[in-house]
């Protein structure tokens, strides 16, 4: 099987740790992923402002990335989801226009894309990914995991299984962390304020590090956790599964 | 009241806008069928459920016999000091299978609400005056603890289970159905129908639920067989 | 109500007063919470019946949204036959283009009868067309009988919930506007008056009674109007809307056109969903169904307003029509983060919360900056699909209608800062050779972060008022996997 690997635009620009870290975990469980070179970014960000016409590049980029590719694998619930239910939506408006008369064709064809944990339980039907982190974790499921694609407890069934960690149960788990893309400076008043009710059931838990599998909802809580100097780290799922005694995480960022 | 040209334009045109924003659409010509009943109970089940979920509500829920239904109306009225006025609906001894006599008896304080000489009906004043009211009832729903009323013989008009503070409701265990789907079905659509599901109630202080409104405050089921 | 919510300010400025307000988020917060712990009991309730061979909750929502979406997939012959059935049924049915046209069916009837005042169900349709400020222009004093719609009448408020338009407001703050105001438009709150729920509930009752026994003319809206019977059908909970039904002589329904359900038993889904989804019981304590006129019984006079008032433009929407399914019952609001943070004022609209956020630009259109704040003012995490009981795909309206408003700017001679942001961003990913060519001129050893909070990049600064950067990393992913084969060397 050929997996090739998304890395997400934010993560490219800002987060590489993240992607390398995939690249280890899944060689570690016998994927050798490979990163299509000519990937940009999946889109969301126009799509969910509102600028469909300024989605079409990127989705074309992404298309034609991925083709020939068996899977797509993104350490991202909210791009997966893009990919999954936002695509199709701009592939109809670029027909509609004429802005990309093939790209709904081409998406039809387009490989599946797969968040990461979704990837190691459902198709590598892996559970325990022989990681080693010995530390208090929280884990906030990032709402386009939970609820667009409905990754449900793979996240934690994995974070169960890693050796050394103290899973600390996150109070009101469920609720947004108020990042929400250009949300967060939009309506930053409100995004902030849901964002204090997150990081105050954050540092109640107790945990060192705080874990989710978007880093774009972890740059927005992490930087409310380094204002307020909780002393309290923010990390990449991915980032916590590669951790071996070997090769241990640094738990800093 | 007649419909004016001014209606006739905006009947005209709000059907034709309608009608263009749907072109494209093709219509479902099938109803949704009902989706299966909460519950494969017993009628056993059913009625044990419903004496539950009514007294849930914080309703006041009794069970009794046939034999034994005229005497626990009139300790339902006295138990709430309700037995000054309480409206009677026409049909109430039939619908209860009781004597009139035994009726009589019972609720001593009865108030018609029709006067066959004059032809009147009880006022809104009357019934605020009054104490009580004690009806039949036309089915209970069990999952939701629910009564309707399909105001038809013995249960009276709307206004009479609304105004008194208090309403003593006989409810027959075969009236008792599983739930609101079983209802629908039985129920006529061309009556006028009161579902009844515990005192009236309000939830708009914080959220918190509190019994007793503008409705009966108290409900007592009487629930025969 | 006598306030209004003419000129409000678009979202974001709205929710930042709002979010300032400590006592509000509190009483927000505390509501919101009971009410989503009461609703998932309920569909925990209805989930674990599946074993015994019930319908599961998605079943039934199921069932909700298909009967509600075939009323309106031929909405106009359903209409037809509404209007035939009330009017076989003894009711008079009159049409209504808008607001103006609903509310001069009202006042007219009212005068008709010599009434200078008028008894009200709790109503959106009555709230949205501001019926009570067209009857006062007319001399007719419009009381809300529902106990929140009292609160806020009395209190000269703005309603901030659909279900419960006094959300904001809890027991102590009711207390004092009961005191204060009950006396000068009827029998005075007691004085010993205290802030026990059930105390003030009782005030209420007490208040309000004169008023029932003397209206000659009730006003109501309805929950669902039935095409094949001509039944409307009104849900509440105190009593009062029973008292408006039944005791005046008279009674006008003022009824969207999107109400109506095709058939009777069709009622059977919505009336499993809804108290489950809006008080979270099994069954709210009162339902009212009629048909027309019933000889004597209730109201010998009955007037039917049918109205369209931006339904028409709504359903044209083929994205947007599915949000005309909704019936009302504002889990979407109770569930919504952003909600229960700034309360419903900030939505500027009787319909707040993330329905709100949709209904209003659906059925005034786009074109005005308050109504095009509303749908951005969600972060879209989905919490109000999941609960809506007729499943509104609400997330995906809000990103429709977001395009329809960067649509309607495409013409504009200035851009946007963020849309020449966006057309930048399109550039750049249109070509990873751009990007990279982007990322590495960014330079990342950091200064391009640093400058980011000077630059006139749209957001940068309200980012950093609350939120540290994150540390840039000294090089990107694509120029590590290139520089190390992917970590192989």
């Known amino acids: 099987m050929r997996v090739a690997l998304s890395v997400t635009c934010i993560n490219d620009t800002m987060f590489p740790g993240t992607g390398q870290a995939v690249v280890r975990l899944l060689r570690r469980l016998g994927v050798d992923v490979e990163f299509p070179a000519a990937q940009t970014c999946c889109g969301q960000p126009m799509v969910n402002t509102g600028y469909l016409d300024e989605a079409v590049p990127a989705v074309r980029s992404y298309v034609d990335a991925f083709a020939g590719y068996d899977a797509i694998v993104t350490p991202s619930g909210s791009c997966a989801g893009s990919a999954r239910h936002q695509h199709a939506l701009v592939g109809r408006r670029a027909s509609e226009k004429g802005l990309d008369r093939s790209l709904e064709a081409d998406l039809a064809d387009a490989p599946p894309t ?3 944990t979704e990837l190691i339980v459902d198709v590598l039907g892996v559970t325990d990914v022989g990681a080693y982190f010995p530390h208090a974790v929280t884990y906030h499921p990032t709402c386009h995991s939970l609820r667009m694609l409905g990754v449900g407890d793979r996240p934690l069934r994995l974070l169960r299984e890693v050796r050394g960690l103290r899973l600390r149960e996150l109070p009101a788990a469920e609720q947004c962390c108020g990042f929400g893309g250009t949300f967060a400076v939009k309506n930053s008043d409100t995004s902030v304020a849901m964002g204090a009710d997150k990081v105050r059931h954050v540092r109640s ?40 005694e070997d090769a241990p995480a640094e738990v800093v960022r | 009241m007649t419909s004016t040209s001014a209606g006739n334009d905006a009947r005209a045109e709000i059907l034709g806008r309608v009608r263009s924003a749907l072109r494209a659409v093709e219509p479902t010509p099938e109803p949704v069928l009902a989706p299966t009943t909460a519950r494969t109970l017993g009628d056993a089940a059913a009625v044990d459920l419903f004496d539950e979920r009514v007294a849930d509500y914080r309703a006041v829920v009794e069970r009794c016999t046939a034999g034994d239904l005229a005497a626990r109306v009139g300790a339902a009225l006295a138990r709430h000091d309700a037995t000054r006025a309480v409206v009677v609906p026409p049909g109430l001894a039939a619908a209860l299978g009781v004597e009139e006599s035994a009726l009589a008896a019972a609720v001593p304080g009865a108030v018609a609400d029709h006067d066959p000489g004059t032809g009147a009906h009880l006022t ?73 599901s515990g005192p009236s109630a309000t939830s708009d202080i914080e959220l918190d639920r509190v019994e007793g409104v503008h409705g009966p405050r108290t409900l007592h089921v009487l629930l025969v067989g | 109500m006598t306030g209004t919510f003419v000129g409000m300010p678009a979202f974001p400025s709205a929710a930042r007063e709002a979010l300032a307000d400590t006592q509000l988020r509190h ?23 599946v074993a015994g061979g019930g319908a599961g909750w998605e079943e039934l929502r199921l069932a909700g949204a298909a009967v509600k979406q075939r009323a309106l997939d031929a909405l106009a012959s359903h209409l037809e036959q509404l209007e035939a059935s009330l009017t076989a049924a003894g009711a008079t049915v009159h049409w209504a283009r808008d607001a103006a046209e609903a ?63 006094a959300i904001h407001r809890n027991r102590a703050e009711i207390r004092e506007i009961f005191l204060r105001k009950m006396a000068a438009v009827g029998r005075p709150a007691p004085a010993d008056l205290t802030d026990e729920p059930a105390v003030l509930a009782a005030a209420a009752r007490e208040h309000l009674r004169e008023k029932f026994l003397r209206a000659k003319v009730g006003v109501s809206g309805a929950n669902f109007a039935v095409a094949d019977t001509g039944t409307l059908v009104v ?45 979270g019981e099994r069954m709210n304590p009162y339902t009212s169904t009629w048909s027309g006129v019933t000889p004597d019984d209730g109201p010998q006079e009955v007037h039917v307003v049918l109205l369209d008032n931006g339904r028409s433009r709504a359903l044209a929407d083929d994205t947007g029509r599915q949000a005309l399914r909704c019936i009302r019952c504002s889990a979407c609001l109770n569930v919504c983060p952003v909600y229960e943070r700034t309360g419903g004022h900030a939505y500027g609209s009787v319909y707040p919360g993330p329905i709100g ?52 700017h495409r013409g504009d001679r200035v851009p946007k800062p963020e849309a020449l942001a966006m057309k930048g961003a399109a ?53 590590w996997w290139a520089r190390t084969d992917g970590g192989r060397r």
């Open chain 2, 124 to 196: 809104p004043y009357d019934l605020d005056r009054a104490d009580a009211v004690v009806t039949a009832a036309t089915l209970g729903i069990a999952e939701t603890g629910t009564i309707v009323l399909d105001h038809g013989p013995g249960q009276g008009r709307r206004a009479l289970t609304l105004v008194p503070d208090v309403h003593v409701c006989v409810v027959r265990t075969d009236q008792v159905v599983r739930d609101v789907p079983d209802a629908v079905t039985r129920l006529d659509p061309n009556r006028p129908l009161t579902w009844i």
């Open chain 3, 103 to 165: 509310n001069a069916v009202v006042a007219s009837v009212a005068k008709a009868h010599g009434a200078d005042e008028v008894v009200k169900v709790k109503s959106m349709v009555t709230a949205e067309i501001g019926l009570n400020e067209a009857l006062a222009e007319e001399g007719i004093a419009a009381w809300e009988t529902d106990l929140a719609e009292l609160i806020v009448q009395l209190g000269d408020d703005l309603p901030s919930h659909i279900l419960v338009p």
């Open chain 1, 205 to 244: 838990t107790g945990a060192e590090v705080l874990v989710a599998g978007d880093n774009s909802c972890l740059m927005h809580l992490g930087g409310m956790l380094d204002r307020q100097r909780s002393g309290v780290r923010v990390m990449h799922l991915a980032e916590v599964l590669a951790a071996t």
């Open chain 1, 114 to 116: 797969y968040e990461l």
């Open chain 3, 427 to 479: 550039w750049s990913f249109a070509d990873a050779s751009r990007l990279g060519l982007v990322e590495r001129a960014a330079g990342f050893s950091g200064p391009f972060l640093k400058r980011l909070r000077r630059t006139p990049l749209p957001g940068a600064a309200a980012w950093a008022d609350a939120r540290d950067l994150p540390v840039p990393p000294k090089e990107s992913f694509r120029a």
């Open chain 3, 27 to 49: 009483n927000l917060a505390h509501a919101t919470g009971v009410i989503r712990g009461k609703r998932s009991r309920l569909v925990e309730e209805v989930d674990a019946d």
């Open chain 3, 357 to 408: 956020a949709i209904l209003n630009p659906l059925l005034q259109g786009t074109g005005d900056e308050q109504t095009d704040s509303l749908p951005y003012a969600s972060s879209l995490c989905g919490a109000c699909f999941e609960a809506c009981p007729v499943r509104i795909d609400i997330p995906e309206v809000l990103v429709h209608l977001r395009s329809k408003v960067v649509d309607s």
């Open chain 3, 235 to 279: 849900v509440e909970s105190e009593g009062n809307g029973r008292m408006c039904l039944t005791l005046p002589e008279v009674l006008v329904s003022v009824v969207g056109i999107e109400k109506v359900v095709p058939t009777f038993a069709e009622l059977d889904p919505l009336l499993r969903l809804l108290p489950r989804s809006s008080t």
